[in-house]
């Protein structure tokens, strides 16, 4: 009888140890479609790690097999994927999707008898589906003290703006697209 009892608490706990890293290693697919989104046609934009030091994608994906939309999904402490944010409506003054955050990124000190001050990070992710050529931005039309990633393929783009804490200045930038015949 005894040796039935460890047989069985032996399987269990094997099952729930096969069980966990199944979930654990598709945690990234099943997050996404509990979401609607389709698992098959996305595109991993950008990876990176937050302010509480998580592991963080941005993914271009397509809900209800219709529309494109910006996902964050961020993986937990344990390792599991979960969906922490979905953009899908575009900006109400530009035809652009947008997903944006304040991220820490360390502390700076003039002296040791100054006051630290925190260092942050404002990160704009823009994604639009009108470009007629390649995006591209003269040195002169480039704002001081932003970083700015062109992610293209055919018509379909992303911006990311990295700026040092100041607004994201994203209607200039799209206005020189325009200027420059990239976007109509």
């Known amino acids: 009888?005894?040796?039935?009892?460890?047989?069985?608490?032996?399987?269990?706990?094997?099952?729930?140890?096969?069980?966990?890293?199944?979930?654990?290693?598709?945690?990234?697919?099943?997050?996404?479609?509990?979401?609607?989104?389709?698992?098959?046609?996305?595109?991993?934009?950008?990876?990176?790690?937050?302010?509480?030091?998580?592991?963080?994608?941005?993914?271009?994906?397509?809900?209800?097999?219709?529309?494109?939309?910006?996902?964050?999904?961020?993986?937990?402490?344990?390792?599991?994927?979960f969906v922490s944010e979905i953009?899908?409506?575009?900006?109400?003054?530009?035809?652009?999707?947008?997903?944006?955050?304040?991220?820490?990124?360390?502390?700076?000190?003039?002296?040791?008898?100054n006051e630290s001050t925190f260092v942050i990070e404002y990160n704009g992710y823009y994604l639009g589906n009108n470009a007629i050529k390649k995006l591209k931005l003269e040195k002169e039309q480039l704002p001081n003290g932003y970083v700015i990633h062109i992610f293209q393929v055919g018509s379909e783009y992303v911006l990311h703006i990295i700026s040092d804490g100041n607004t994201l200045p994203i209607e200039n930038i799209y206005q020189n697209l325009l200027a420059n015949g990239c976007v109509q």
């Open 1 to 81: 009888m005894k040796n039935k009892v460890i047989k069985v608490i032996v399987c269990g706990v094997a099952v729930l140890i096969v069980v966990v890293f199944f979930l654990k290693a598709n945690s990234y697919n099943i997050s996404l479609s509990l979401n609607g989104l389709t698992c098959g046609n996305l595109s991993i934009i950008d990876e990176d790690i937050n302010s509480s030091g998580e592991s963080i994608r941005i993914v271009k994906a397509v809900k209800n097999d219709q529309n494109t939309v910006l996902v964050k999904l961020t993986k937990n402490i344990i390792g599991f994927w």
């Open 87 to 113: 953009r899908e409506e575009c900006m109400a003054e530009l035809p652009l999707i947008q997903m944006s955050w304040i991220k820490t990124v360390g502390v700076q000190r003039d002296s040791f008898e």
